[in-house]
């Protein structure tokens, strides 16, 4: 499942530089999340790093992109080119 930031948001600027697949970026009002670029830190790290650093807790599981690990995980070596851990 990818990750979404809601209009919680207070563009603090702390999830952008955590997000090792570059999948966050400031949209029109508040920072938006790519879904074909999150992999909710799956092949990176054991959790989410933009949800450890949000001081509003605003970065929810996204219900519209239900995926599973195996999906993330797929996703994770499509965009690094590396093979699963």
Same mark, same amino acid.
């Given at each position: 499942? @990818?990750?979404?930031? $809601? /209009?919680?948001? &207070?563009? !603090?600027?702390? !999830?952008?530089?955590? !997000?090792? =697949?570059?999948?966050?970026?400031? %949209? ?8 074909? *670029?999150? $992999?909710?830190?799956? %092949?990176?790290? /054991? *959790?989410?790093? !933009? ?7 605003? &970065?929810? =599981? ?11 995980? $797929? ?5 690094? %080119? *590396?093979? @699963?851990?």
């Amino acid at each position: 499942m @990818a990750l979404m930031i $809601t /209009d919680e948001c &207070i563009n !603090c600027d702390v !999830c952008e530089p955590e !997000c090792p =697949n570059e999948a966050i970026s400031q %949209g029109e009002e508040i920072y938006q999340i790519d879904p074909d *670029k999150c $992999t909710e830190c799956v %092949g990176h790290f /054991d *959790k989410p790093q !933009c949800r450890d650093v949000c001081p509003v807790d605003c &970065i929810p =599981n996204d219900p519209d992109r239900v995926e599973s690990q195996d999906t993330l995980m $797929t996703r994770y070596i499509r965009l690094t %080119g *590396k093979s @699963a851990a």
